[in-house]
């Protein structure tokens, strides 16, 4: 058929003989009407494919074998057509007799009007007008229609987009499937394919996990609807979690003939729910911990002043003080590390004026073994007054994911540095106190740094979440602080944090936080 906007409107001619049709073609073009003779029925069913204005055709030019070859056309045009044919039959013919065959052919040429052949040329030109203005609200409607139907499907691929949805409706015979715009774009096509099938998708699905969605399409197709998440190799060779759920339409025998339905990618959802799991493990892990630090420290207390007693027993001998001497350091030590866990895990829901040097000796103690066993050496350099007014247990977290990272990135007998600082380099008018922690680890590559504290995204896929820096970057903008990145590939990475700086002298930040200042600093 013609393009939107397209119509020809040549009426084609088909008389008995050609002297006849080129008297017709006279006695329209002198009213304004384009014609074209057509020299046999095949000429006439071709016009109607390519989308012609009408036709006239004379009665005596039909027979059995060119009905059906206009026959054939007719049915074949789309639901909005009616071509229009006008049938001109011999004036002395009865419907009965003469025009049998245009009697036979009025239903199966659809919107056939019958004329006599000697039909005065006002009436012929109004009919042949009459049929153009019909022919040509058929494309106008069309165009409507189309234009409706291609806002409405914009309108839909829009809204599936937004819901990260596409849509599919599989044809059961040919395994041939019709899709919405997004649709490829999951499977890792930028551009959409001329073709998709239901092999294709099989094709995307892991070799592993084959067999399964194979039963269960089949049990899909007996009770009538299906819901899977699987995963995918993506053309770009990308694993992906999809979501896929269809039903099935029947025919009136009740035979599947078709299968629609939506799919999305569900991998960051996966993710996210692996992440959150995770985090109430170790979630549920800390406050275990500090749990057992808290019952741990009765049954201590008590066995420190024992020891103490003992110790200083008029009847102890030197060499049993010495014992009970090391006996108390020890029990000392693991008096400050119940201390420590308590006030790591303990929250502190209002802001507080707090030292920052002394929440970042608690958390680099607690590290103190892991920064042991690589071997890494850690500097630290901190200002007389870094006092901020900051959520302790926030500002901990902060420290503890920047140090982890640290840790990770650096080699063995790497170099860790951390300082405070007060500033007015981000804020001229307030002062501010700038916290650094620097490392010669493997860096960041370039293309990832303006990712980092997106959640999810991580560079260590077998141990990390994605979710720390993000977690960091959220707590140091609660704080009313903001947070810098520096970063070189196989040079190591600096982070700077800066905070408000605190107005007063600040209580000590602990009995826990102050006590391990002391010790290291």
């Keep these: 058929m013609t393009a939107v906007g397209m119509f020809d409107q040549r009426v084609f001619l088909l008389a008995s003989s050609r002297r006849a049709s080129l008297s017709l073609s006279h006695r329209l073009s ?169 092999d294709m998708f099989m094709q995307h699905v892991l070799p592993e996990l084959r067999g399964d969605l194979e039963v269960k399409f089949q049990e899909c197709l007996a009770r009538g609807e299906w819901e899977n998440e699987t995963q995918i190799r993506r053309a770009d060779g990308a694993i992906r979690w999809i979501w896929a759920r269809g039903r099935v339409s029947r025919d009136a025998a009740g035979n599947p003939v078709s299968m629609i339905g939506t799919v999305a990618d569900v991998t960051e959802r996966k993710r996210m729910q692996e992440s959150l799991i995770q985090t109430e493990k170790l979630a549920s892990g800390g406050r275990m911990a500090a749990a057992v630090a808290h019952e741990i420290n009765n049954p201590l207390a008590v066995a420190s002043n024992a020891v103490y007693l003992a110790a200083t027993h008029p009847s102890a001998s030197e060499a049993v003080r010495a014992k009970l001497t090391i006996a108390e350091r020890e029990l000392e030590r693991v008096a400050q590390l119940t201390r420590q866990t308590l006030g790591f895990y303990r929250e502190t829901r209002a802001p507080e004026l707090l030292r920052l040097s002394d929440t970042i000796h608690c958390v680099i103690e607690l590290y103190r073994p892991k920064l042991n066993a690589k071997g890494i050496t850690l500097s630290s350099s901190f200002a007389d007054s870094d006092c901020v007014l900051a959520v302790a247990g926030e500002i901990r977290q902060i420290v503890s994911n920047l140090l982890t990272n640290a840790i990770e990135a650096v080699p063995r007998g790497g170099r860790i540095q951390v300082r405070t600082a007060c500033s007015t380099a981000m804020k001229p008018n307030r002062r501010t106190v700038r916290f650094t922690i620097a490392d010669n680890g493997v860096g960041i590559a370039s293309g990832e740094r303006n990712k980092i504290f997106e959640p999810f995204f991580t560079t260590k896929p077998s141990v990390g979440t994605g979710l720390g820096l993000w977690v960091t970057r959220e707590l140091t903008a609660k704080q009313g602080g903001t947070i810098h990145v520096r970063s070189r590939q196989g040079s190591g990475t600096v982070f700077a944090l800066y905070f408000p700086a605190g107005e007063r002298s600040p209580k000590r930040a602990g009995a826990a936080e102050a006590k391990v200042r002391d010790r290291i600093a």
Aim: without cysteine.
């Design 30 to 198: 002198e009213h304004g009407i384009a014609t074209q003779v057509a020299s046999d029925a095949g000429e006439i069913a071709r016009a109607i494919s390519e989308g012609a204005g009408a036709a006239i055709v004379e009665q005596r030019a039909l027979d059995a074998a060119a009905i059906e070859e206009i026959r054939r056309a007719v049915a074949a045009q789309p639901s909005w057509s009616e071509f229009p044919i006008l049938v001109l039959t011999g004036s002395s013919e009865s419907p009965s007799a003469g025009s049998s065959i245009v009697e036979a052919s009025k239903q199966p040429l659809g919107n056939v009007l019958l004329m006599e052949r000697s039909v005065h040329t006002f009436t012929l030109v109004s009919a042949v007008r009459f049929a153009l203005r019909t022919r040509q609200r058929q494309y106008e409607m069309r165009d409507y229609l189309s234009l409706k139907l291609q806002e409405s499907t914009d309108r839909l691929d829009f809204a599936l987009d937004v819901a990260g949805l596409a849509m599919w409706e599989l044809d059961l015979k040919t395994g041939n499937v019709v899709r919405s715009r997004h649709h490829d774009q999951i499977f890792g096509y930028p551009s959409p394919l001329r073709v998709w099938t239901l």
